[in-house]
């Protein structure tokens, strides 16, 4: 009997032993090899990107699917594109003019182009799309398309549009994230939620073949007019290979499978691909979108000004970026992204991290600990505690919510802490608004000068807090007819000045989204936006060294 | 005279006696965690500091001390196996001696349902009961216990079997002792061996359940659990990082392991010390 326990015992050793070997095995590095030097951009050679997701389809027109946005994209790339500051230019559209009461949209195409199966590429397309994916309803590209209700080609480069309500953004928007539907294709089409689309586009790189979950390749477009002074684009095939999830993907990069990755990485992964320097390398970029906590107006002691100012007063934003994210975001401290450096060239902030001044405030409004519990009261008998909720989902947030947490509570607050899954936060937060106070990362909130209504503006769905303030709800419907920009800014501060007082939400962080490449290709070039490395744009630039 | 016999038998099996100093260790370390180290909150500015004489497990991600994780983790694991273990008894035991003693319908129907509720894949059943009741560490023990009584049901209504056919079973039943008293303190007595061993395995896998749930998302990540602290690890990358914080995830892991094999040392030693084959 002892013997058999004796080999129980030496066997559980064993798997000990084993479990640590395997989890340091894991930790090892990357043997290096030399990398070629840099030469001239020359046309040749095949690049493997890493989507964490199969793309929902090709048409990423019906659906809201990142993975096939982002893939399809070489072969539909937009009307415009962002700029390293974030601003709209055009692309696939050569200029545009906004008339004085931002109803009339003139757009101009450039010239040249052509459809993958030889077909020309035209405004016939552009006016096509406008309102087949009305009638349509096809996802957010119907809303955006929604005010136009006249479009006249003036020729098959030039097309006005004409809308119900005067709309500055109107461009900005259907340009940057709707590509133009192939009007020859989808006319005859009466459900295109049925119908498969077999990926013809009017970009630099056209489908060659797919394997659905695997992978997906693109050939070149020879001479495509607007890459590389009509050279076209340098790589001649780009494959989309599908991974199950992050880990999987930078195991792929780091063996050589995968040469970039498609989505953002997290920091870990970032250092892993950093650990080999000589062969891979990362670029950064802020995001379009940021984080915040929101307060919800319905709790009577939330809607105080200075219990918001006191909390406002108690956010570390140092911390939060520094120890919380990482070191993978940048501090926020005013209303509108530090990433649109024009509409926060007023420095506007909310009130600075001070934990002894939101004592003092809080003690000023009469909120005190009177049962001496480490919590205030008001002067109504009702403690400061609120609960704050968050979805499980986004990265690091448990962290984010524990350094909020731990530095409210030294002000005399109690926050308690309410992780939920995706669907029940949509739920209370989103449908129910039944909630103290929320933290959120928004993934992109682009064209603030114009967009920030969707969150802020009092009937907003968005609008979660149930903020209302008639200034503010002024000032955006201002700036979203207002076509000249340096009214928008000046507007944009009105608006900043208004909500650093009022303090609906406070915005504390902008997430850097890292993207990682492999240095045998050479020409990668990143601004914000929602593409990453292989934004078309930025894509036909990149070659095999 | 019987009592003398398993403390001294049980003494004498060195790795039974080995499982409960572990136990004790556990249970000592989850009982006095206010007065060995401070609840760990908020966050630090010492990140990610390897093992030092000030922090003998090292600091995590937020600067927080990671052997006061671990002590208020062995808190938490004691509590939800001890709940979970109260609520597998509850139900396991009584259905267990039931369907073993009384041999009619009612057994074969208690019979089966342990049957049917053995054959459930317990982890997905576990995870898909965790996601709705929502996660707290009382919701989670509950669950564990809720699908961890048909094995502890199982062996209850084998040993039944067994000592309800023996004389002094029939002899009660002669004289007139209600089945009540003949379940729980004839039978019951008589079975506490094997039933005390299935408890102790019930411990041992309600604390892997729990990591396992915590670490999937689905534990309560207000409390510290050690699956909770293993979730924080991974979710912060310590896991694949290079340099690799291995202090986050190996001390935590380590005591997850010497748990259970504690645990089941301890199981299979009382076994040994009630078993009359193998006392000596």
């Known amino acids: 009997m002892r013997k058999k326990k004796n080999v129980a015992f030496l066997s559980a050793l064993l798997v000990i032993v084993m479990l640590l070997i395997t989890a340091c095995g894991s930790t090892g590095t990357t043997p290096t090899t030399p990398t070629p030097a840099d030469s001239k951009p020359k046309v040749g050679g095949s690049l493997v990107v890493g989507l964490t997701g199969d793309p929902y389809n090709l048409a990423p027109w019906v659906s809201n699917d990142i993975n096939a946005s982002m893939m399809m994209n070489i072969a539909l790339p937009t009307l415009m594109v962002t700029d390293k500051e974030g601003k709209k230019v055009p692309y696939i559209m050569k200029d545009y003019k906004i008339s004085s009461d931002a109803k009339v949209y003139t757009v101009t195409i450039n010239d040249g182009l052509t459809w993958h199966d030889g077909k020309p590429f035209t405004t016939d397309d552009l006016a096509f799309t406008a309102k087949y994916i009305v009638d349509k309803k096809l996802g957010y590209g119907a809303d955006m398309y929604s005010g136009v209700v006249k479009t006249e080609i003036v020729d098959k480069t030039t097309i006005k549009y004409t809308l119900k309500t005067p709309q500055v953004n109107f461009l900005t928007q259907v340009g940057y994230w709707v590509p133009i539907m192939p009007k020859h294709i989808y006319e005859n089409v009466a459900d295109p939620m049925k119908f498969q689309f077999d990926g013809t586009g009017y970009g630099p790189y056209k489908l060659k073949e797919y394997k659905k979950g695997e992978y997906y390749t693109f050939t070149r477009v020879p001479n495509w007019p607007l890459a590389n002074n009509g050279q076209g684009a340098y790589l001649d095939t780009i494959t989309y290979r599908v991974y199950p999830d992050a880990n999987a993907l930078i195991l792929a990069i780091k063996n050589g499978e995968v040469n970039v990755s498609g989505s953002a990485i997290p920091v870990a992964a970032q250092k892993q691909l950093e650990a080999s320097a000589d062969k891979f390398g990362i670029m950064r970029v802020n995001s379009l979108g940021f984080g915040y906590f929101g307060f919800n107006y319905k709790n009577e002691l939330l809607k105080d000004n200075n219990v918001r100012k006191a909390i406002a007063m108690t956010i570390d934003r140092d911390a939060l970026v520094n120890i919380a994210m990482q070191g993978g975001a940048i501090k926020m401290d005013t209303p509108i992204s530090p990433v649109y450096k024009d509409l926060v060239k007023s420095q506007i902030k909310f009130p600075a991290f001070d934990i002894e001044g939101a004592k003092k405030v809080l003690d000023a409004a009469g909120y005190i600990d009177r049962d001496n519990d480490g919590i205030r009261e008001s002067a109504t008998g009702k403690k400061l505690e609120f609960e704050l909720i968050y979805k499980t989902a986004t990265p690091n947030i448990d962290a984010i919510a524990n350094v909020f947490k731990a530095n409210a509570e030294k002000a005399g607050l109690r926050i308690n802490l309410k992780p939920v899954d995706p669907a029940t936060y949509a739920d209370r937060v989103v449908k129910q608004k039944n909630f103290d106070i929320n933290v959120i990362d928004w993934g992109v909130i682009d064209d603030p000068d114009s967009s920030l209504g969707t969150i802020y503006l009092s009937n907003a769905s968005l609008n979660m807090m149930g903020y209302k303030n008639d200034t503010i709800d002024k000032l955006i419907l201002q700036s979203q007819v207002e076509p000249d920009y340096n009214k928008r800014i000046q507007l944009m501060n009105n608006f900043q000045t208004e909500f650093a007082k009022e303090i609906p939400t406070v915005n504390a962080w902008v997430r850097v989204n890292a993207y990682g490449y492999s240095k045998d290709f050479s020409g990668w070039d990143l601004t914000p936006g929602l593409y990453g490395l292989v934004d078309s744009k930025d894509l036909v630039k990149v070659y095999k060294k | ?280």
């Open chain 2, 1 to 280: 005279m019987q009592n003398r016999t398993f403390v001294e038998s049980f003494v004498k099996k060195r790795l039974g006696l080995f499982g409960l100093l572990g136990v004790l260790v556990i249970v000592s370390l989850g009982l006095l965690a206010p007065l060995i180290s401070a609840y760990p909150k908020g966050y630090g500015t010492e990140i990610l500091l390897p093992p030092s004489e000030k922090f003998w497990f090292g600091t995590d991600g937020l600067g927080l001390d990671l052997f006061a994780q671990v002590v208020w983790g062995a808190r938490t694991s004691l509590y939800v196996s001890f709940v979970a273990v109260m609520v597998a008894a509850v139900i396991g035991i009584p259905a267990g001696l039931i369907s073993g003693y009384k041999k009619g319908l009612l057994g074969s129907l208690i019979d089966g349902i342990i049957d049917i509720f053995l054959t459930l894949p317990v982890l997905p059943l576990m995870i898909v009961i965790a996601a709705v009741v929502g996660s707290s560490i009382t919701n989670v023990a509950v669950v564990i216990g809720l699908l961890a009584w048909p094995s502890l049901a199982r062996v209850t209504r084998n040993s039944t079997l067994k000592v309800s056919e023996l004389q002094f079973i029939e002899a009660a039943r002669c004289v007139g002792i209600s089945p009540r008293m003949i379940l729980f303190k004839h039978i019951l007595l008589n079975i506490a061996g094997p039933v005390l061993v299935n408890l102790t395995l019930v411990m041992a896998t309600a604390v892997l359940s729990e990591s396992g749930l915590s670490f999937l998302g689905l534990g309560d990540p207000t409390t510290w659990s050690w699956g909770t602290i293993l979730k924080k690890a991974w979710d912060a990358g310590a896991v694949i990082d290079t340099p690799n914080p291995w202090w986050w995830w190996f001390f935590t892991s380590s005591f997850i392991m010497i748990y259970v094999i504690c645990f089941n040392l301890l199981g299979s030693g009382i076994n040994d010390a009630l078993n009359p084959k193998t006392r000596d």
